[in-house]
C-alpha cells in the first residue's frame, strides 16, 4: 500500500529516515517514553489505593478507572481529527506536560479538594495518555521510514514492558517507604522527562496537518456528487466518517479491529481474575504469584521483541496481519491455561508464552495499520483506541459481575473463547483475501 502525504512528522532536510542517526533519535524517544510509562504503571497501583484510603469505598476504584477508560475512549474519538490539526509532535508534547501539570495539581490539592483532584487526574491520565500512543503509533513511518516501523514498534513495545516490570515491582517499595506525594512527584517528573524528549526532537514541531487532513476528507466521500438538474438546488455532498474510510482502505482492516476489541475484553478477563486465582493458592500472600506472573509475561514479551527485530533485519519482511491473528490465537489459549491449576513451573512456562504472543500481536497490529495512507492512519488508530477502551471497559464491568458466581478458569476461558473464535474466523479471511488478491496485497 502507498503511504500517503507525510504529515505528523517531518524529518530535517537532506537527512534519511533511515539513517543512524535518525534512528538515536528515535531511542532516545522510546527512553522518554519507557521513563514516562514506568510513571504510569507505578502509578497505577499508587493512585488505586490512594483512591481507597482518600473515600474508604471500594467502589471507589471501580468508578475512578470508568472515568479514566471513559476518556481514553473519548480522546481515541477525537484523535484523528486533531492529528488533522497539529503535528504529532505538538500533542506529544503538550499531552505530556498536561499529565505532569495535573499530578502536580495532586500533589498541593487541599484536603477538600482531594476527590475532585483525583477526577482531575482520572480524565487528563485517560485521555492524554491515548492521545500520546495515537501519535506517537501513527507517525512512526516517517519519523524511521515505512521499512523499519516494525522495528520501532517492537523497541517501543520492549520499553514500556520493561517499564511495567519496574512500575509494578517498586510501586508497593515506593509507596509504603515515602508515601503518595513521593510517588506522585515521581510520576511528575517521569512525564516531565518525556515531555524533554520529545522536544528536543528535530521534528516539526508546530503548525497544522493541512495535507493530511485534505487526503482524509477526500478519502471521505461516499459517493460522487450527483449532477443537479438546470435551476434545481445543488445536492449536498455526502460523506463518510474518516474512521470508517480508513477501515475500509485495507481488505480485512474492520475485522481486525474488532477482534482487537475483543481480545481487550479477554485481557480484561484475566486482568480481573488474576487477583482472584492468586488469593486461591495462597490467600496469606496473594500479591506474591501475581508479580511473578507478570515479571514472566513482560519477560516473555521482551524476548518476542528481539526475535522479531532479528527476524525483521534478515528477511525484510514484518510479521504481517496472520502473525496477528495466530498470535492472538496462541495469547487467548495461554491465559486459559494459565488458570487450569497446572504446577508452578508449567504455569511459569505458560506466562512465557503468553507475553511472547501479545508482543506478536502487539507489533504485527500496529505495523499493519502503519501501511495505511497518512492521512487516515490516526483515524485509524484513534478509532482502534475507542475499541480497545471500550472493550476494556465493557469487559472489566461484565467480568466483575461474573466471577461472583463463576471460577476464574471460567470467566476466563468464555472471554478468551470468544477472542479466540474471532480470531479463526478472522485468519480464514485473510487467508482468502491471499488465495484470491492477483498480488501480494494482505501483508
Known sequence: M????????????????????GERRYRFLVTGYAISSYGTFLNMVALNLFVYETTGRALAMGLFMAVRLGSGFAAGLAAGGLLARFTAKSVMLW????????????????????????????????????????????????????????????????????AMVAGFASAGVVVSLVGY????????????????????????????????????EAGAEAEPEAEAEPGSPRPARRRMP???????????????????????LGSSSHNAALPVYSSELDSSHPAV???????????????????????GRRTGRTVGALGFGYGTCLMSGAFILAFAGFPLVATAVIALVAGAADGLTEVSYTSHLQTLPAGLRAHAFGLSATVENLGFGAGMITVAAALDRFSPLTVVGWSHGV?????????????????TAPGPTVP
Request: aromatic share 6%; net charge positive; charged share 15%.
Open 2 to 21: 502507498t503511504p500517503g502525504t507525510e504529515h505528523s512528522v517531518s524529518r530535517p532536510t537532506g537527512e534519511s529516515v533511515n539513517s543512524p542517526r
Open 95 to 162: 499531552t505530556n506536560i498536561a499529565q505532569a501539570a495535573v499530578m502536580l495539581l495532586l500533589v498541593f490539592a487541599p484536603d477538600g479538594l482531594r476527590t475532585a483532584a483525583l477526577v482531575a487526574v482520572s480524565v487528563v491520565v485517560g485521555s492524554c495518555g491515548t492521545l500520546f500512543m495515537v501519535s506517537l503509533r501513527s507517525s512512526i513511518p516517517e519519523m524511521v521510514g515505512e521499512d523499519r516501523r516494525s522495528w520501532a514498534n517492537s523497541l517501543s513495545i520492549t520499553g514500556r514492558s520493561l
Open 181 to 216: 506525594t513521593a510517588a506522585f512527584v515521581v510520576d511528575m517528573a517521569t512525564f516531565a522527562v518525556c515531555a524533554v524528549t520529545v522536544g528536543l526532537l528535530p521534528i516539526a514541531g508546530g503548525g497544522r496537518g493541512k495535507p493530511a487532513r485534505a487526503d482524509a
Open 242 to 264: 474518516v474512521a470508517l474510510v480508513a477501515l475500509a482502505a485495507a481488505p480485512g482492516l474492520g475485522l481486525m479491529v474488532a477482534l482487537r476489541g475483543v481480545d481487550a
Open 289 to 311: 504469584f501475581v508479580s511473578a506472573f507478570w515479571c514472566l509475561w513482560a519477560l516473555g514479551n521482551i524476548v518476542a521483541q528481539q526475535l522479531i527485530q532479528r527476524y
Open 419 to 435: 477472542a479466540l473464535l474471532v480470531a479463526v474466523v478472522f485468519l480464514i479471511r485473510v487467508t482468502g483475501l491471499r488465495r
